[in-house]
């Protein structure tokens, strides 16, 4: 499986990273190694002075497929739930300056956190999910996916056409702003609708 991500989608978050709003969505991907699952903690990477947390709706992919249109994109996902994208933004910082991919900042073990799936069915509108992330029992993040410059349907579209989808790859739908640091000992509880479905200590 491989987990498909999306960077500056979210207006307010593009302008706190002092970035342009993208014309077409910004895909990284992060390998299977990445997954980190069943609320485990994540133990701070030795690599990074600045790990950040981003909170994420994901889905998950649960038909095979390719050049997929827009319109016909919905039949290609049935779950949801809630991620963090865990960054080395000090690693990230340094490659945007130099013109260089974003792998070690991203992709590196465990720097995708998953919440357990929830049938897409649970919810009336896909575009109207508000989530949110809690460190410590105090709210650092909201967001809804009707602020999402690419929705769900586009950005399934716009990745088939690179990348055939699979049963199982996740799309990570990019962070609202808020994003910031994280310390040893911090405690996460990430939630769609006021519903816990991910926690994770740092460690
Ligand atoms: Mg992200």
């Not at 990570?172 to 702003?177: A, L, N, Q, R």
Request: hydrophobic share 35%; net charge neutral; with cysteine.
């Amino acid at each position: 499986m491989k987990i498909i991500a999306v960077g500056k989608n979210y207006a307010k978050h593009a302008k706190e990273m002092n970035s342009d709003i993208p014309s077409e969505p910004v895909i990284f991907l992060k390998p299977e190694t990445a997954l980190l699952k069943n609320n485990n903690p994540l133990y701070y990477p030795d690599f990074t002075k600045l790990l950040h947390y981003e909170t994420e709706l994901i889905f998950r992919i649960c038909k095979i497929g390719k050049n997929i249109n827009k319109k016909f994109a919905h039949r290609y996902y049935d779950k949801i739930g809630i991620g963090i994208d865990f960054t080395a933004r000090d690693i990230q910082n340094s490659q945007k300056q130099k013109g260089l991919p974003w792998e070690l900042a991203k992709a590196f073990d465990n720097s995708a956190a998953i919440s357990e799936f929830v049938d897409i069915s649970e919810y009336k509108n896909i575009n109207n999910i508000n989530f949110s992330l809690d460190i410590n029992k105090k709210t650092v993040q909201t967001g809804n996916s009707n602020d999402m410059i690419f929705k769900i349907d586009e950005i399934i579209s716009f990745v088939s056409k690179y990348f055939t989808l699979k049963i199982g790859d996740i799309i990570f739908t990019g962070t609202p702003e808020g994003v910031g640091e994280l310390k040893i000992g911090d405690k996460l509880s990430a939630k769609i609708e006021e519903k816990e479905l991910l926690t994770c200590e740092i460690k």
